[in-house]
């Protein structure tokens, strides 16, 4: 029993991952604009993502397709 407790408690901690600052969010993604850096700009997208720019006639959709 306290080997299960010890396992699951030991989780806890690796299990969350650190939440980004709402406040860099924006500031991050016009640096990667800026710098044509793809990756850096769909970071904060997920699998299923769907992004509209003002400049685009389409949707892009997935992180995947934000990073080209």
Same mark, same amino acid.
């Given at each position: 029993m306290r080997a299960a407790?010890?396992?699951?408690?030991a989780g806890i901690g690796t299990?969350?991952?650190a939440?980004?600052?709402?406040?860099a969010?924006?500031?991050e993604w016009a640096l990667a604009y800026a710098t044509n850096d793809g990756a850096r /700009?769909?970071?904060?997208?997920t699998e299923d993502a769907r992004l509209w720019s003002s400049?685009?006639?389409e949707q892009t959709v997935g992180? /995947? /397709?934000i990073t080209a």
């Amino acid at each position: 029993m306290r080997a299960a407790l010890a396992l699951l408690l030991a989780g806890i901690g690796t299990a969350q991952a650190a939440a980004p600052d709402p406040a860099a969010l924006p500031r991050e993604w016009a640096l990667a604009y800026a710098t044509n850096d793809g990756a850096r /700009a769909a970071a904060p997208y997920t699998e299923d993502a769907r992004l509209w720019s003002s400049v685009s006639r389409e949707q892009t959709v997935g992180s /995947a /397709a934000i990073t080209a």
